[in-house]
Each structure stands twice: as structure tokens, then as C-alpha cells.
């Protein structure tokens, strides 16, 4: 795994982890007419945490773990902090910046 892949993956990890943190990580997905919507962010069919849990996370993890090339462009973080504008600042703050490094992270790629 090259070096941008692994520091991706550091990224995701401690992203999971901060969910978990939070009790924002669920065992159970969401049923499957759920994950085919087309909206953005399927925000008509599951609330944003768990999109970040069940279709950002685990499409980014397969990017990485086939080696294919990354979105040319990534803006998740501007979504977090509308959707999560009334949580407390300090729920949200590292969250947030994780989202806002892995922006810059994908953006940054040639």
C-alpha cells in the first residue's frame, strides 16, 4: 500500500473510531433500499452518521484496498457541519476535522 493510501487509511480508522466514541456506530445496517438511494448522502433514507458508517467509509475502503485511483475530489466535511450545526462543538470538533483532512487528503491527489 503506497504511503497516501496508508495515511487515507489512518484517516478512516481513526474516523470509525471517533463514531464509535460517540455511540453514533450501529451493528445493525440499515435495510437495503436504504444504501440504493440516489440522493446525496442518501440523506432521504438514513441519517448522516450512518451514511459515513455504511457508504463512505466502505467505499473508500475499497478503493485502498484495490489500489484504485481516488475521487478527484472530496467535500464531506462542509455536509458535517450543516447536519451536525446543533450538536455541541465539542461532540462534533475532531469528527469534523477528520472529515476535513480526509477532504484535503483526497482533493490534494494528482
Known sequence: MNSDYQELSLYLQRL??????????????????ALESTAPFCHDSMAFK???????LP???EIIRRNAPLPGSCAI?????????EESADTVATLIKL????DSHISSQP
Open 16 to 33: 470509525e473510531k471517533e463514531l464509535r466514541l460517540r455511540g453514533w456506530w450501529s451493528d445493525t445496517a440499515p435495510p437495503a433500499s
Open 50 to 56: 450512518q451514511w459515513l458508517q455504511w457508504v463512505f
Open 59 to 61: 467505499k473508500l475502503q
Open 77 to 85: 466535511a462542509p455536509m458535517a457541519k450543516i447536519v451536525w450545526r
Open 99 to 102: 472529515l476535513t483532512a480526509v
